[in-house]
């Protein structure tokens, strides 16, 4: 299996407090990995960092075993998508959707619009491509996001809760994007609570708490025979 990215003693810190403590870790290509545990762990700090959001204090990581700097190239290769759906408000969905291609020179105006429609046709929102973000329900701005991300034609995805913030009824629609979106090949690393989900697409799932991984494994091994008492007690309190 091919390691297409490796994270080598990763340390962050924020000023004095030290929220991330020598992180290892290999995703190969494919993988579906799923980041658990409580509450300030530091899940998100850590996607944060893969794509270089947040700068890593110490550490090294690897794409194709190539060291990653921030830069332009590095946020093509790595798209990411929020809790919050950080869509631009003052533009429309197709606006949305075809800015990054467009402002990197990725594609043409037209090659993005064309583009933008086939996605919008897979998600079945073709009919709301002038419309603009606040006109849309929660789980129709998730998936807009989530297609934003996917026309860049990203190595690797990242998915920070995306469905926490969504009602109920709309959880479904965005996880069944995210399968499709994993059985098209895509490597993809999510933070999520939806344990059933989890353990439905992940191949592997990483559990952290206070900033350190503190076991990984299958979804198997993690969620049906937990070694350590911190993940046992983690599980015990959110099923
Ligand atoms: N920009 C920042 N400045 C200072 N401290 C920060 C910053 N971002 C995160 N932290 C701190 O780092 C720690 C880890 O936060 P992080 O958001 O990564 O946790 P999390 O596991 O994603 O939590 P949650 O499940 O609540 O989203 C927390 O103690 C948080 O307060
Ligand atoms: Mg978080």
């Given at each position: 299996?091919?390691?297409?990215?490796?994270?080598?003693?990763?340390?962050?810190?924020?000023?004095?407090?030290?929220?991330?403590?020598?992180?290892?870790?290999?995703?190969?290509?494919?993988?579906?990995?799923?980041?658990?545990?409580?509450?300030?762990?530091?899940?998100?700090?850590?996607?944060?960092?893969?794509?270089?959001l947040e700068k890593p204090?110490?550490?090294?990581?690897?794409?194709?075993?190539?060291?990653?700097?921030?830069?332009?190239?590095?946020?093509?290769?790595?798209?990411?998508?929020?809790?919050?759906?950080?869509?631009?408000?003052?533009?429309?969905?197709?606006?949305?959707?075809?800015?990054?291609?467009?402002?990197?020179?990725?594609?043409?105006?037209?090659?993005?619009?064309?583009?933008?429609?086939?996605?919008?046709?897979?998600?079945?929102?073709?009919?709301?491509?002038?419309?603009?973000?606040?006109?849309?329900?929660?789980?129709?701005?998730?998936?807009?996001?989530?297609?934003?991300?996917?026309?860049?034609?990203?190595?690797?995805?990242?998915f920070d809760e995306?469905?926490?913030?969504?009602?109920?009824?709309?959880?479904?629609?965005?996880?069944?994007?995210?399968?499709?979106?994993?059985?098209?090949?895509?490597?993809?690393?999510?933070?999520?609570?939806?344990?059933?989900?989890?353990?439905?697409?992940?191949?592997?799932?990483?559990?952290?708490?206070?900033?350190?991984?503190?076991?990984?494994?299958?979804?198997?091994?993690?969620?049906?025979?937990?070694?350590?008492?911190?993940?046992?007690?983690?599980?015990?309190?959110?099923?």
């Open positions: 299996m091919q390691t297409l990215l490796k994270v080598e003693n990763l340390y962050k810190s924020f000023g004095d407090i030290e929220v991330l403590h020598n992180i290892n870790f290999e995703i190969n290509k494919g993988d579906i990995v799923v980041i658990i545990g409580p509450s300030g762990s530091g899940k998100s700090t850590f996607l944060r960092c893969l794509n270089f204090t110490n550490g090294k990581i690897l794409l194709n075993e190539k060291e990653m700097k921030d830069n332009l190239e590095l946020h093509k290769k790595i798209g990411m998508v929020f809790q919050s759906f950080n869509l631009f408000s003052n533009l429309t969905v197709l606006e949305n959707i075809t800015l990054a291609p467009i402002k990197t020179k990725q594609l043409s105006e037209k090659e993005a619009q064309n583009e933008a429609m086939k996605l919008l046709r897979m998600i079945g929102l073709e009919d709301k491509k002038d419309v603009y973000p606040d006109n849309l329900s929660g789980g129709q701005k998730q998936r807009v996001a989530i297609i934003r991300s996917l026309i860049m034609n990203p190595e690797i995805m990242l995306p469905t926490s913030a969504l009602d109920p009824e709309m959880i479904e629609e965005v996880l069944t994007l995210m399968k499709e979106v994993a059985q098209k090949g895509m490597t993809m690393v999510i933070v999520t609570h939806e344990l059933d989900f989890a353990n439905d697409i992940a191949n592997k799932v990483v559990f952290m708490d206070e900033g350190k991984i503190v076991e990984t494994g299958t979804p198997t091994e993690i969620f049906k025979n937990p070694k350590t008492e911190r993940l046992k007690e983690f599980l015990s309190k959110i099923k």
